[in-house]
């Protein structure tokens, strides 16, 4: 439950920042259409919408780094053009963007530095972020190369450097996209202290219940346009879907299922760690069972990563007998190879990964769908493109059509045709990393409810996730991943947040022990049997 705390004022009367009749047009859509906002200073003001309401685009108009056709930007009660994301840096204003501006070849400090003042030092940027990074309980560490952090550790990165400049006014788009609970908290009260220091706070969420509890006032846009503008602290989650996406988003049937054969196992899994900042795993032993879902919890940076590239094949350096599917054995598998036997992947890096930025839709399903293409390399080009508007209409993405390029997309719907891709394909078994990162609530409950389908046609789930409460609402089981080591399963049924927050921290029974919900008391036996 998150606490309900808004102390610290909105400041003074006048505005930090006004926009007026602002409008954006892209040749396929019109992603601000006459767009007012009111932000004043210390106020941790709201903005809420689902997937391609012109979030981001608004955002990115602010910070200089895209510019708008129509209207008028007031920062300070003086109007202003912001020209680049320099000259928005020069005025007070930050922004953190949902997909990370970072170089993986660099290390935090280095990217970090090329943000600042070039006259600070190398030395005193690291030291300056290891200073904020303590005040503000994010933790982050200077040497290490970014290509090593997970998804939550870069976030965090982005949240130091944004800090780092003193801001104004400091932009965050899906700030807690993929933060922990208790890493959700920490950066709340981060945000509190900058409000009561007089910076004001742009806060685009999906969750609804952050809103909520955090924010002061609430702009909600759909399809370019202000549909609202309320204070969150009078509406409910209802209130706020309606003004959102024109409904409540629908229920999940999450019915119980018999579990059938096992179609992965893990067994002793022990994986080096590739560099001095990666994860050793150790003893990784699981299963996953035809007509399940076992959820993995864990705070990023724990292992996900390693185990996640064990399993998709991308790291085959694992003894073949450790993994196996339908009892056979994969460990040395290739991706591919994994794919033609029934395993499919989606990761939690989007763009990069999962797609390529500048390649179109139809193209980008040629990473893991190769009907299309011929035993001579041939690829049929209209196959592609109907394949493409196939999932474009079954999972309600939101685009230009199959030429448009994959970085064109919102962050939600680009996550809703990665995942559509691989449901579509019918796996035997798919693990899935991050699934409704970013995502709106009605796009949330679609990817959910198609998920729990897949459940019940008889295929086999994994899936990674940092929102408890996702884990909570779809999982058959659970499991938790701490220090490269996982729990012993659980029955979701069974399960407390509680108990799963203390797993988290690599408290759980010893082998052999009975796995129970775990109330205080057994809490505080469990933390001094592992003392």
Known sequence: MIPDDREGGTGEEHLRLELRGISKQYPTVRANDGVALRV????????????????STLMKIIYGAVQPDEGEVLWNGQPVSIRSPNEARALGISMVFQHFSLFDTLTTAENVWLGLDRSISLEEVTRRIRHVSGEYGLEVDPQRPVHTLSVGERQRVEIVRALLTDPQLLILDEPTSVLTPQAVQRLFVTLR??????????????????????????????AGKVTGEVDPTQESNASLSRLMIGAEPPELQHKASAAGDVVLAVRDLTLAKTDQFGIELKEITFEVRAGEIVGVAGVSGNGQQELMAALSGEDRRAAPASITLFGRPIGNHSPRRR?????????????GRGAVPTMTLASNTLLTRTAAVSRGGWVDIAATARLAEHLIARFNVKAGGSGAAAKSLSGGNLQKFLVGREIDADPKLLIVSQPTWGVDVGAAALIRGELLKLRDAGCALLVVSEELDELFEISDRLIVIAQGRVSPSIATSQATIEQIGEWMSGLWPKDGATVVPL?????????????
Do not use: M, W
């Open 40 to 55: 004043k200073p210390g106020e941790i003001h709201a903005v809420l919408g689902e997937n391609g309401a012109g979030k």
């Open 193 to 222: 202290q900058l409000s009561e220091k007089g910076c004001s706070v742009l806060y685009i969420s999906h969750k609804l219940d952050e809103i909520r509890s955090l924010c002061h006032n609430c702009t909600v846009l759909r």
């Open 519 to 531: 109330n205080a008391a057994t809490a505080k036996g469990v933390r001094h049997a592992q003392a």
């Open 339 to 351: 794919r033609k036997e029934g395993l499919h992947f989606v990761p939690e890096e989007r763009l």
